[in-house]
């Protein structure tokens, strides 16, 4: 039974089919874990095999999995039309015959056929061409993402539970912090308080994917994704918490950099700028607002006049949806200066700017907001100011 009520489900399929009309498409073929889970509810870890939907623009769509997959994509797919293929053949092999198959059975000979360029291999694509030799075949990955950048009622009810999820795991990290604790110590209480709260609220889902990093000290800290050691916390380190809980595919976040006391005026001092930096980003989440415009007008002028400009170490933010670390992301919610998106109501960001100082560490708070007509909603509400441990 889907998480989601069918009424939802439809909805995302008639934005599909919307995509299609606009772009004389006559089906699309979905082929990355992301985009499966969003338009039928099922979802695998690929381990080098394919799974899909097909979204004809009339009829009732069909999603491929692979054998192995056993009766999952029979329980979760919203759609009656499930296909298999077997390992007798190569995934690729197989998943392109059952797409084949399933246009020729609606009633579709040739046309033009959308595909996520974003997500296809070489090997998926040339194979596409040659097993649909009467089909043109048509980039439709960067419309998909324009079509579910508004997210539902229910989408954000999710949501709404993941924030909370992430303050819940960020407070057990902050209880457990001392002096001797290792990383991946502090790494396993997050992800245990987050997957206990998870399950608690979400019984009948699945409880998988959800991840956390805990980084210590002036070399960890300053790599946002490096992934958690042994190294045991000293007092005077600058910490950064990560919590990271995954809900049938959503994707949050919170992130926090705190100090282990006695806190150094350096530490302050970057600790400091880098509250005023995120605040002002936060203050840039306005309908109206070209997200390429939020590094220029809110973030680099206050680290520009700090001379900081060039510690900067990745992008300030970005949207949110299904996603996790090797799958999905969608490239026109980022803030990053090349990007002429929008905000617009309904729409689910980040603000993360983070500065790495060498001998110190790295700064960064990261909060989840929904942009609303007269501002935001923020789904993560720990702390985001300047945070000692004592």
Avoid at 112 to 125: C, I, K
Wanted: aromatic residues 10%; contains cysteine.
């Amino acid at each position: 039974m889907s998480l989601f009520s069918s009424g939802e489900m439809k909805r995302r399929v008639d934005n599909a089919r919307r995509v299609m009309a606009e772009k004389g498409i006559d089906a699309i073929v979905i082929n990355s874990v992301h985009n499966t889970l969003y338009y039928s509810d099922f979802w695998m870890v690929p381990w080098g095999r394919y799974q899909g939907v097909v979204i004809p623009r009339v009829g009732e769509p069909a999603v491929i999995a692979p054998r192995i997959e056993f009766d999952r994509p029979h329980r979760m797919s919203v759609f009656d039309d499930v296909r298999i293929y077997w390992d007798s053949q190569s995934s690729v092999d197989g998943i392109v015959k059952i797409i084949s198959d399933v246009l020729a059975e609606r009633g579709i000979h040739n046309g033009m056929v959308g595909f996520e360029e974003t997500f296809a291999s070489y090997e998926f694509y040339s194979k596409l061409r040659s097993g649909l030799p009467t089909f043109d075949l048509m980039p439709v990955a960067y419309e998909l993402m324009a079509s579910q950048k508004i997210k539902s009622g229910e989408e954000l009810d999710v949501m709404r539970h993941g924030g909370q999820i992430c303050d819940i795991g960020a407070q057990a990290c902050v209880d457990a912090v001392r002096e001797g604790i290792t990383e991946v110590e502090l790494q396993r209480i997050m992800i245990q308080a987050m997957e206990s709260e998870i399950c608690e609220r979400f019984p009948d889902e699945e409880c998988d994917g959800t991840f956390a990093w805990f980084q210590s000290g002036p070399v960890n800290t300053a790599d946002a994704h490096a992934l958690n050691t042994t190294r045991k916390l000293q007092q005077g380190d600058v910490l950064s918490l990560n919590c990271f809980p995954i809900i049938v595919g959503y994707y949050h976040l919170l992130e926090r950099t705190l100090v282990l006391g006695p806190m150094s005026d350096e530490v302050r001092k970057y600790f400091e700028i880098e509250v005023e930096v995120h605040h002002s980003g936060i203050s840039a989440l306005k309908p109206g607002v070209r997200l390429g415009d939020i590094d220029d007008q809110f973030i680099n002028p206050i680290y520009r006049k700090h001379g900081l400009l060039d510690a900067r170490t990745f992008g300030t933010g970005h949207s949110f949806g299904i996603m996790h670390y090797w799958y999905g992301r969608d490239e026109i919610g980022e803030i990053r200066p090349y990007n002429d998106t929008i905000l617009e109501p309904g729409m689910v960001m980040s603000i993360e700017p983070m500065i790495a100082i060498d001998g110190v560490g790295g700064f960064k708070h990261a909060d989840m907001f929904v942009v609303q007509e007269d501002g935001v909603e923020q789904l993560t509400n720990f702390n985001n100011g300047v945070i000692v441990i004592d």
